[in-house]
């Protein structure tokens, strides 16, 4: 892995203010200059992705770094790996020497500093959407986190468990670098990101490991699959309970305790959510207007959807829109 990200280049320039503009429009949040004293000189290079779920980019600059969450809103992991060269990163009080043998996780909220060694360090930084890591606990325990969960700091690369991580983030950026048209599908990087969240949580220690490890690891039942492959299927349609209950072939008194048992809400909270979720995503990637975007995705009343919106999101529907 060379040349990562070769084709997605967002600047190459020796002002390190034009990597720090790329950086927060890639990632979002607050990236600003580290208080370290680090070196400014030479050139800075940004190349990246971004998707509805996740981001993530290549940093060869040896500008040292303050990434700080944005207050207010759901938050996300960052994941950094090492290409070349080492970094200096501290996260409060904890702090790591990250390379290809130790990388390092940064949770919802917290700001992190990362101080390149010398001109030569070259990393990779994935961003990675906060519901998308409660979604992959809950797939694994049965039922939601009650909690964020919270990751150790630094992430072992060398044993077999931090291994994966690394095999698996490096393959999410080769499938970019392919060019082929197949690995550029939304559904195909969802679920190599998903990949990616189910080897961190069961290889990195964090504070919903022993939960983890104590829960029975079962799939779903039938009915319940039925259910949820319906409801996508189906979502941008008007869905009530009982299609919802026929498509699972049981009763809605049945499919309703599946739900609540398994995903900890109702089948009718889940459908709210999930095009809530698929709403923002359009928001996004499409110049349409949020009205049009909201009526697609099933919503029949424009002010109540605001409303839910906003409880999910901590935001409008409109300023999502302005950051498109």
């Not at 008194?253 to 709210?272: C, E, H, K, N, Q």
């Not at 029949?300 to 409109?318: I, N, Q, T």
Request: glycine share 8%; proline share 6%.
């Amino acid at each position: 892995m060379s040349t990562p990200l070769r084709s997605f280049r967002i600047t190459k320039s020796q002002n390190p203010v034009d990597l720090l503009n790329a950086a927060t429009r890639l990632f979002g949040g607050s990236i600003t200059t580290a208080p370290l004293g680090a070196l400014s000189s030479g050139d800075h290079e940004l190349r990246g992705v971004a998707a509805p779920d996740f981001a993530v980019g290549y940093f060869a600059s040896p500008l040292g770094v303050r990434v700080a969450s944005v207050p207010g809103r759901r938050g996300s992991y960052f994941v950094n790996i090492g290409v070349s060269g080492e970094i200096e990163a501290s996260c409060g009080s904890r702090r790591a020497t990250l390379d290809k043998t130790t990388g390092g996780v940064v949770n919802p909220g917290d700001t992190q500093e990362l101080r390149p060694c010398h001109n030569q360090t070259r990393f990779l930084g994935l961003k990675i959407d906060a519901a998308l890591v409660d979604e992959e606990l809950a797939a694994l325990t049965g039922h939601p986190p009650v909690s964020t969960v919270r990751f150790d700091f630094a992430l072992d690369l060398a044993k077999p468990k931090g291994r994966a991580v690394r095999l698996l983030v490096r393959s999410l950026v080769e499938q970019l670098d392919s060019g082929d048209p197949l690995f550029q599908r939304a559904d195909l990087q969802r679920s190599q990101l998903r990949c990616i969240v189910t080897a961190l949580l069961l290889a990195q220690p964090h504070s919903h490991t022993r939960e983890l490890r104590d829960s029975p690891q079962s799939g779903h039942p039938r009915s319940l699959r039925a259910a949820l492959a319906f409801i996508d299927t189906h979502l941008s349609e008007r869905l009530t309970l009982g299609d919802i209950a026929a498509a699972a072939n049981c009763s809605p008194r049945t499919i309703s305790s599946a739900f609540g048992d398994r995903l900890g809400l109702s089948p009718m909270s889940y459908v709210r959510n999930l095009r809530l979720d698929r709403i923002r995503e359009d928001i996004l990637k499409s110049t349409d207007p949020v009205g049009t975007i909201a009526y697609r995705w099933g919503a029949s009343h424009l002010g109540r959807f605001a409303g839910e919106y906003r409880d999910r999101f901590d935001e409008l529907p409109s300023d999502t829109a302005a950051r498109r």
